[in-house]
């Protein structure tokens, strides 16, 4: 794993600095009252820890497995509700963008611009995103190996903007499986960019049915394991009541066992960094 890697600050917050920062949200934006109260509760939850929190959801889902699958609440009215969680509860947000048109009026209400895993390598995308200037979370693909993601990575840097973070959320594996491969951390790493491991898109079951299933009890286990392994972020979907999601059911974690998640992902990475020389 790389000694070192660029450091940014997003929001107030440090990532790639040697503490790992949480990246925790619901999947997508529902309603005002459900996403700022978990702002609201994640924020408090990090205070605790004393561990950098950005929010994240998305304010629309382009990608459904099925047509009539939830894809948001409207673009305009979601990411208003973004744009309030950033200022009311002064913490920086994420979100994902899908298209070129799109990057415009998202980069005005939040400060990470996501690009979703099955489009990690559209140049026209990932160009517009680093053009903004804000940093840019590229997820990689369930279909490239970590040692391409170079290629993702010299798009965005190609505007002059180096805020890049780039994070792992399992490959593809077989029919309606992911499976992670922990060396793709270190490898992404190698290029030099904060690393994030993304515990819930991992555990996803995708396709098979009107909607994607997932193996929840594994995402303890594989976080713990990218602790031990060392990244500069955690990304975990979260809601209050994960049966009633609209988006991504099956893999939420419930917001009340957030704490737990944090409390032995932190225990972990505190040990690994005791033990490096």
Do not use: W
């Amino acid at each position: 794993m790389a000694d070192s890697v660029r450091t940014m600050n997003i929001g107030g917050i440090e990532i790639g600095g040697g503490e790992p920062v949480l990246i925790a949200g619901p999947c997508v934006v529902e309603n005002r009252e459900m996403v700022v109260e978990t702002a609201r509760r994640l924020k408090s939850l990090c205070a605790e820890f004393s561990l950098g929190f950005i929010f994240k959801a998305s304010y629309r889902k382009a990608n459904r497995t099925s047509l009539d699958g939830f894809a948001g609440i409207g673009d305009a009215e979601a990411l208003a509700i973004l744009s309030d969680v950033r200022e009311t509860l002064s913490v920086p947000v994420l979100t994902d963008v899908h298209s070129v048109q799109e990057v415009e009026a998202a980069a005005r209400a939040v400060d990470v611009l996501q690009i979703p895993a099955f489009l990690c390598r559209q140049t026209d995308l990932l160009v517009a995103a680093g053009g903004t200037g804000k940093a840019v979370n590229i997820k990689k693909g369930q279909f490239v190996a970590p040692g391409d993601m170079g290629r993702a990575v010299e798009k965005v840097v190609s505007t002059g903007n180096e805020r890049v973070l780039l994070t792992e959320r399992g490959a593809s594996f077989g029919y309606h499986n992911l499976v992670v491969d922990m060396r793709s951390l270190v490898i992404m790493r190698g290029f030099g960019y904060p690393v994030v491991f993304d515990a819930t898109h991992s555990v996803q079951l995708p396709g098979g049915g009107r909607q994607s299933g997932g193996a929840p009890e594994f995402i303890l286990p594989l976080a713990r394991a990218a602790a031990a392994v060392g990244v500069d972020g955690f990304f975990a979907e979260t809601h209050p009541d994960p049966a009633a999601a609209l988006s991504d059911a099956a893999t939420q974690v419930p917001l009340d066992r957030m704490k737990d998640f944090i409390r032995q992902v932190l225990a972990i990475d505190a040990s690994r960094r005791s033990l490096m020389p």
